[in-house]
Nanobody
Framework: QVQLAESGGGLVQAGGSVRLDCAGL????????MAWFRQAPGKEREFVAG????????AYRDSVKGRFTISRDTARNTVYLQMNILKPEDTAVYFC????????????????????WGRGTQVTVSS
C-alpha cells in the first residue's frame, strides 16, 4: 500500500499561484489513478482534478478549468497540482487520493472510488 504525502500548501494572495505535490511513499504510484480533492470549512469534500494511470486522461471540476493543471512524474513518484489565478473560494484543505488502476485511461470523480488518501494540506487564498 502506497502512502500519500501532500506538500506545498500555504497562504497566497488572490491571483497568485501555488503548486501542490503528492509524493508516494513506500511504493510506486505508477499503477494508480490519482486525484486531488478539497474541503472548505463547513462544506463537503469535492473533486478538483484527476489523472489516469498513464497520464493520457485528465479531468477537472468546472470552477478550476483553465486555472489548475494536474500532472504526474513517474521518475519522481509524484503527482502535482499547479494552481494559478487563485481565488478566495479556492481556500480549502487539499487532499491527494489514489486507487489501483483497472485500465490505463480512466479517471474517476467520485471520492468513494478512491481507496487511499493523504492527510491534506491547507491552501488559504486572501483577497
Amino acid at each position: 500500500q502506497v502512502q500519500l504525502a501532500e506538500s506545498g500548501g500555504g497562504l497566497v494572495q488572490a491571483g497568485g499561484s501555488v503548486r501542490l505535490d503528492c509524493a508516494g511513499l513506500g511504493g510506486t504510484v505508477s499503477f494508480l489513478v490519482m486525484a486531488w480533492f478539497r474541503q472548505a470549512p463547513g462544506k463537503e469534500r469535492e473533486f478538483v482534478a484527476g489523472i489516469s494511470q498513464d497520464g493520457s486522461t485528465t479531468a477537472y471540476r468546472d470552477s478550476v478549468k483553465g486555472r489548475f493543471t494536474i500532472s504526474r512524474d513517474t521518475a519522481r513518484n509524484t503527482v502535482y497540482l499547479q494552481m494559478n489565478i487563485l481565488k478566495p473560494e479556492d481556500t480549502a484543505v487539499y487532499f491527494c487520493a489514489s486507487r489501483i488502476a483497472s485500465n490505463s485511461e480512466s479517471v474517476y470523480r467520485a471520492q468513494e472510488m478512491y481507496s487511499d488518501w493523504g492527510r491534506g494540506t491547507q491552501v488559504t487564498v486572501s483577497s
